[in-house]
């Protein structure tokens, strides 16, 4: 078991990947076929319904590691005490 968890960020950021393609795919389609607004909410809903079951089967491999990364990330966020959203954020970093 110790050696999947070796993968962990490995494999939760081909997740982001996938997501990531499968979004823009389903953009490029919309400005082909001139699709409607439902039909977008759908594939938008399919993505997201994708990249979470690849994401908890790479996190539910490595529960213990799992849960320190979300402990850590939840520290690191109220460090930052940023009210806003994330495009203000990079406004606010120089970005």
């Known amino acids: 078991m110790a ?3 070796d ?9 982001l ?3 990531g393609d499968s979004m823009a795919e389903s953009v490029r389609q919309q400005r082909e076929e001139g699709g409607e607004e439902a039909q977008e909410l759908d594939t938008i809903c399919k993505s997201w319904d994708d990249f979470h079951a690849c ?3 790479v996190l539910s491999n490595c529960p213990e ?3 320190a990364i979300w402990e850590s990330l939840r520290q690191e966020s109220r460090k930052i005490q940023f009210q806003g959203n994330l495009q203000e954020l990079g406004v606010a970093a120089g970005g």
């Open 3 to 5: 050696w999947q968890c």
């Open 7 to 15: 993968t962990i960020y490995k494999g939760f950021a081909s997740c």
């Open 17 to 19: 990947i996938s997501l």
């Open 55 to 57: 994401a908890t089967e």
């Open 65 to 67: 590691e799992a849960a």
